[in-house]
């Protein structure tokens, strides 16, 4: 049997510095959109690393 998770449970949400990540992303993408394309990267084998790495613009080696 399936299981979905409610509306708004930790598992959903991005909260706190992830969110804020997500948001100022290099692309411009909404959070909606962003998560739309993480769950498509995600679907085809990405890694977190390499997830994070496209998606989010709070990297330290970065000189940009």
């Known amino acids: 049997m399936t299981t979905r998770t ?3 449970s ?3 949400t991005v ?11 290099p692309y411009g993408l909404s959070l909606r ?3 739309a394309e993480i769950r498509r ?7 977190l ?8 613009a ?3 080696d970065r000189t940009t």
């Not at 990267?41 to 890694?47: E, M, P, R, T, V």
């Open 49 to 56: 690393w390499e997830i994070r790495l496209r998606f989010t």
């Open 33 to 35: 959109e962003i998560r």
């Open 10 to 12: 930790p598992a959903t």
């Open 15 to 25: 909260a706190g510095p992830a969110r804020s990540a997500l948001l100022s992303n």
């Open 6 to 8: 409610p509306t708004g």
């Open 41 to 47: 990267c995600a679907a085809n084998g990405w890694q």
């Open 58 to 60: 709070d990297r330290k």
